[in-house]
């Protein structure tokens, strides 16, 4: 707790903090003292993924200083300039939905989840005490942490966002509620090398995270890939993926590059040679 203060002494106006936590190296109940702690410091915070990693889940717990909203608008106009914009899309991050889609609980959810645990302060550390048997023996495993924790937090746009139109709201609730499925989809994955046994787990319940929010790219980029594997040995099934990717995120022209060429004739080796590789 007294780290977090002293963090907060030292933002400037505006100032963002983020103190990043490894789930993959915590239990729920340690990581309810820590948000208590946090939250102690920063009442008004949220928490955010780091990544959809089933594997390894870190989360961030978030706030500024001044205890304002995120401004949406700011958040685009950063994304937009030219000497981030690149960087950013490298990092997953092309658009608002993107980077504002990462964000897993506003402040009311994490009291909610925090409860009343122990608050974790220099004179009563709880967390030193538990996390030596968290690490040695774990009671879980790092995906079913984060995914219980998922099921106990919740978030409202407008606890932490402002500036922004209805229609924004919106799309950001149905992307939050694609990536949820999205990360409760990959727990039950079985990996194949096979991309047609890929397709047979993962084809039908991506397009429909799709169907949830066409701004999910986690659910477009695999499919994508999967499509270029299966140009290699059955066009019309790909082509009819691609043609459903289009349809769905005509917004996006990488499946329709990669439908044009496949329709106009071009090999399908030539074809490839501009399709994402499988991951």
Same mark, same amino acid.
């Given at each position: 707790?007294?780290?977090?203060?002293?963090?907060?002494?030292?933002?400037?106006?505006?100032?963002?903090?983020?103190?990043?936590?490894?789930?993959?190296?915590?239990?729920?109940?340690?990581?309810?003292?820590?948000?208590?702690?946090?939250?102690?410091?920063?009442?008004?915070?949220?928490?955010?993924?780091?990544?959809?990693?089933?594997?390894?889940?870190?989360?961030?717990?978030?706030?500024?200083?001044?205890?304002?909203?995120?401004?949406?608008?700011?958040?685009?106009?950063?994304? &937009?300039?030219?000497?981030?914009?690149?960087?950013?899309?490298?990092?997953?991050?092309?658009?608002?939905?993107?980077?504002?889609?990462?964000?897993?609980?506003?402040?009311?959810?994490?009291?909610?989840?925090?409860?009343? &645990?122990?608050?974790?302060?220099?004179?009563?550390?709880?967390?030193?005490?538990?996390?030596?048997?968290?690490?040695? &023996?774990?009671?879980?495993?790092?995906?079913?942490?984060?995914?219980?924790?998922?099921?106990?937090?919740?978030?409202?746009?407008?606890?932490?966002?402002?500036?922004?139109?209805?229609?924004?709201?919106?799309?950001?609730?149905?992307?939050?509620?694609?990536?949820?499925?999205?990360?409760?989809?990959?727990?039950?994955?079985?990996?194949?090398?096979?991309?047609?046994?890929?397709?047979?787990?993962?084809?039908?319940?991506?397009?429909?995270?799709?169907?949830?929010?066409?701004?999910?790219?986690?659910?477009?980029?695999?499919?994508?890939?999967?499509?270029?594997?299966?140009?290699?040995?059955?066009?019309?099934?790909?082509?009819?993926?691609?043609?459903?990717?289009?349809?769905?995120?005509?917004?996006?022209?990488?499946?329709?590059?990669?439908?044009?060429?496949?329709?106009?004739?071009?090999?399908?080796?030539?074809?490839?040679?501009?399709?994402?590789?499988?991951?």
């Amino acid at each position: 707790m007294e780290h977090f203060q002293a963090v907060r002494l030292r933002l400037t106006s505006g100032g963002v903090f983020c103190q990043w936590l490894p789930l993959h190296q915590l239990d729920l109940v340690t990581l309810r003292s820590l948000v208590r702690s946090f939250l102690a410091a920063y009442p008004h915070g949220g928490a955010i993924l780091a990544s959809n990693s089933l594997e390894t889940p870190v989360l961030g717990l978030v706030a500024r200083r001044d205890a304002l909203p995120f401004d949406v608008r700011d958040v685009q106009a950063r994304l &937009a300039q030219p000497s981030q914009s690149r960087l950013l899309a490298g990092l997953g991050l092309e658009d608002e939905y993107a980077v504002l889609g990462s964000f897993v609980a506003g402040p009311v959810g994490l009291a909610r989840f925090a409860g009343d &645990a122990p608050i974790n302060s220099e004179n009563y550390p709880v967390v030193a005490y538990r996390a030596p048997r968290v690490t040695y &023996a774990a009671d879980s495993r790092p995906r079913e942490r984060l995914l219980a924790l998922l099921a106990e937090l919740s978030l409202e746009p407008s606890e932490l966002f402002t500036r922004a139109p209805e229609a924004t709201w919106s799309r950001l609730s149905a992307y939050w509620a694609a990536r949820n499925g999205y990360l409760e989809l990959g727990r039950d994955v079985r990996p194949s090398p096979r991309v047609e046994d890929m397709l047979a787990q993962l084809q039908r319940p991506l397009l429909g995270l799709l169907r949830t929010s066409p701004d999910f790219r986690p659910a477009y980029d695999p499919l994508l890939n999967m499509a270029g594997a299966l140009a290699r040995s059955n066009v019309l099934a790909a082509r009819s993926l691609l043609a459903e990717l289009v349809r769905l995120q005509p917004a996006r022209d990488e499946a329709f590059q990669l439908l044009s060429r496949l329709d106009d004739g071009t090999s399908v080796s030539a074809a490839l040679l501009r399709a994402p590789s499988p991951d």
